[in-house]
């Protein structure tokens, strides 16, 4: 498995709250455990405690991903650090049993947690896969949807550093909006230009008497 599929976790688990919608998709120990993926054995440790413990670290996650939109670098780096001294992992080499065109082991890196309990090994995924993201291509490439209200994280791999929207639904929706946005504008100053001229108009005197 790739360090960068890891950084996944984190976006998959901030994006499961819409604070402006007042949505919140983490209820249930079962939506806790659709966050682990294909990882079961991981997920089968989740309990219903796991809730509000992974609600917090949602929080912290969300906290990293509003300072890089803001452009606070330094704050960002920081509120990730703590996460990463808190939920520590080990790199392990790992082949997975998979083998290449040459019968070899398919070697790399693997992220080998050591948890307490379902948020540790989560979090300590999720932070560490976030941190390879922002060391690897720049803390601008975290960021909140442009596209209002929604708000939810994305990491952005645009060759040109562009990605403004979490999603084609909400860069279409955006697109529109101020599509629509433009038009009223325009039809405002076309009104207002044809409200002036007609007060421009000379007044003709009468020629009754």
Same mark, same amino acid.
């Given at each position: 498995?790739?360090?960068?599929?890891?950084? #996944?976790?984190?976006?998959?688990?901030?994006?499961?709250?819409?604070?402006?919608r007042?949505?919140?998709?983490?209820?249930?120990?079962?939506s806790?455990?659709?966050?682990?993926?294909?990882?079961?054995?991981?997920?089968?440790?989740?309990?219903?405690?796991d809730?509000? @413990?992974?609600?917090?670290?949602?929080?912290?996650?969300?906290?990293v991903?509003?300072?890089?939109?803001?452009?606070?670098?330094?704050?960002?780096?920081?509120?990730?650090?703590?996460?990463?001294?808190?939920?520590?992992?080990?790199?392990?080499?790992?082949?997975? #049993?998979?083998?290449?065109? #040459?019968?070899?082991?398919?070697?790399?890196m693997?992220?080998?947690?050591?948890?307490?309990?379902?948020?540790?090994g989560?979090?300590?995924?999720? &932070?560490?896969?976030?941190?390879?993201?922002?060391?690897?291509?720049?803390?601008? @490439?975290?960021?909140?949807?442009?596209?209002?209200?929604?708000r939810?994280?994305?990491?952005?791999?645009?060759?040109? @550093?562009?990605?403004?929207?979490?999603? $084609? @639904?909400?860069?279409?929706?955006?697109?529109? &909006?101020?599509?629509?946005?433009?038009?009223?504008?325009?039809?405002?100053?076309?009104?207002?230009?044809?409200?002036?001229?007609?007060?421009?108009?000379?007044?003709?005197?009468?020629? $009754?008497?």
């Open positions: 498995m790739e360090l960068a599929y890891y950084s #996944d976790y984190a976006v998959r688990l901030v994006n499961t709250e819409e604070p402006a007042d949505k919140d998709s983490l209820t249930t120990v079962e806790v455990r659709e966050l682990f993926g294909a990882n079961a054995q991981a997920a089968r440790r989740a309990t219903d405690a809730v509000t @413990r992974f609600r917090s670290v949602r929080a912290r996650l969300r906290a991903f509003e300072a890089a939109d803001d452009g606070e670098e330094t704050l960002a780096v920081d509120l990730l650090n703590s996460l990463l001294l808190e939920f520590p992992v080990s790199p392990q080499i790992s082949g997975h #049993d998979t083998r290449d065109e #040459d019968g070899k082991p398919d070697w790399h693997h992220l080998a947690d050591h948890p307490s309990n379902a948020t540790a989560f979090a300590a995924i999720a &932070a560490m896969g976030l941190a390879f993201h922002l060391t690897s291509h720049g803390v601008d @490439r975290l960021g909140l949807c442009e596209a209002a209200p929604c939810n994280a994305y990491l952005d791999t645009s060759t040109n @550093r562009s990605r403004r929207y979490c999603s $084609d @639904r909400c860069a279409t929706r955006a697109n529109v &909006a101020a599509y629509r946005a433009r038009k009223r504008l325009e039809t405002d100053r076309s009104g207002e230009t044809r409200r002036t001229a007609d007060s421009a108009q000379p007044i003709t005197p009468s020629t $009754d008497r």
